[in-house]
């Protein structure tokens, strides 16, 4: 299970942008950071955009965004291992699950580009697996005739994932410039969306193919370096994701930044409509869908680790210059020609 709003518009993101007219992309936004003004978190020295909103929660009116688990996480005790599976899900262009498409999952401590995965990797099984399988009958729970079952017509299970520490989820084909790999990280399996129940876990893997990417030519002057041949793994790279409060709920009016911020990189938002969601440039901080996207995060060795951030406005301040409150941290790595999905929830739970 996986937020439909996040795949929804980062789909927007990568299908929505125009190609600029002529064969040179606008010129670089004089501005590229999200607003000119910043806000401090507390007493440290961390500073965030300032959002244009105070934080809420769209879809619960009234009620007060949960940070209780900030600085202070929930403990939900040790976990087990279960299977996971799910479908394959290819957002924007791209048609059809591919044979040949690899899941791994991997610790939250390692490096999924470089490292083996500690818990496990399989090949998806796609519709043509299913051919002379009783998919009706006995057959119902093979995995190409749950394939056959997805929009996408892709499949996987893997045996004896964690429960209840964070993971990386990374879906890839090698040598394969059509598949771009794509890394969710931070994902916690039996806690929140994700429940297990009788030992399984089900949950889409996320996955964008180079006729999506390729749609990212521009955002307000913001090209993605390197993304002209997606099979160099050279250029830079693309973060996107939600910012929800402790109780999993969208917020709206949080802002996002990332320790590896530069003039080339460029933080948007969107404007909170679900069924056609499109960047809204002029905004400073989420909508109501709680989306953000980083564009031309940074790869290179000494910048691949990004620690990023997300807050919002104190709400027990009623003055101009009211400091934030923060809303969860993240630490993730962008690749070159990948996408990194990051969604924050508050602090990671303990297992202990």
Same mark, same amino acid.
């Given at each position: 299970m996986r937020s439909a709003r996040l795949v929804a518009g980062l789909s927007a993101v990568l299908l929505s942008l125009a190609c600029p007219t002529g064969t040179n992309p606008p010129p670089p936004d004089p501005n590229p950071t999200p607003g000119t003004d910043s806000c401090t978190v507390g007493t440290s020295t961390l500073e965030l955009p300032l959002p244009d909103e105070p934080g809420t929660l769209p879809d619960f009116a009234g009620q007060a965004v949960d940070v209780s688990c900030v600085g202070a996480p929930v403990a939900i005790?040790?976990?087990?291992? #279960?299977?996971?599976?799910? =479908?394959?899900?290819?957002?924007?262009? +791209?048609?059809?699950a591919k044979s040949g498409i690899m899941v791994a999952i991997f610790g939250d401590d390692q490096d999924?580009?470089? $490292?083996?995965?500690?818990?496990?990797?399989?090949?998806?099984?796609?519709? /043509?697996?299913?051919?002379?399988?009783? @998919? #009706?009958?006995?057959?119902?729970?093979?995995?190409? =005739?749950?394939? #056959?079952? @997805?929009?996408? $017509?892709?499949?996987?299970r893997i045996a004896n994932v964690p429960t209840h520490v964070p993971l990386t989820m990374k879906v890839y084909k090698a040598g394969d410039a059509d598949v771009i790999e794509t890394y969710t990280w931070g994902v916690v399996f039996d806690y929140l969306e994700t429940t297990a129940v009788d030992g399984k876990v089900y949950y889409e893997a996320n996955l964008v193919y180079k006729s999506t990417y390729d749609s990212i030519p521009t955002l307000a002057g913001r090209i993605v370096d390197g993304q002209q041949n997606t099979a160099d793994g050279v250029g830079r790279?693309?973060?996107?994701? $939600?910012?929800?409060? @402790?109780? %999993?709920?969208?917020?709206?009016?949080?802002?996002?930044?990332? %320790?590896?911020? %530069?003039?080339?990189t460029k933080i948007t938002y969107f404007d909170g409509n679900t069924d056609d969601p499109k960047p809204a440039l002029a905004r /400073?901080?989420? &909508?109501?869908? +709680?989306?953000?996207?980083? /564009? &031309?995060?940074?790869?290179? *060795?000494?910048?691949?680790?990004?620690?990023?951030?997300?807050?919002?406005?104190?709400? #027990? @301040?009623? +003055?101009?210059? =009211? *400091? =934030?409150? /923060?809303?969860g941290t993240r630490t993730i790595r962008a690749y070159p020609d990948s996408v990194s999905i990051a969604t924050f929830r508050g602090d990671f739970p303990t297992d202990t």
């Open positions: 005790g040790a976990g087990a291992t #279960a299977t996971l599976q799910g =479908c394959v899900d290819i957002f924007g262009l +791209g048609g059809k999924p580009k470089a $490292e083996a995965p500690a818990y496990g990797e399989t090949e998806i099984f796609v519709k /043509l697996d299913a051919d002379g399988r009783d @998919c #009706a009958g006995v057959d119902a729970d093979f995995e190409g =005739c749950r394939a #056959a079952a @997805c929009s996408k $017509e892709g499949y996987y790279g693309v973060v996107a994701g $939600e910012i929800r409060d @402790c109780q %999993d709920r969208v917020v709206q009016g949080a802002t996002i930044t990332t %320790d590896q911020y %530069d003039p080339s /400073l901080s989420t &909508n109501t869908d +709680g989306l953000y996207v980083v /564009l &031309n995060a940074t790869t290179d *060795a000494a910048k691949a680790q990004h620690v990023l951030s997300a807050g919002m406005i104190d709400p #027990a @301040c009623t +003055g101009e210059d =009211c *400091a =934030c409150v /923060l809303l």
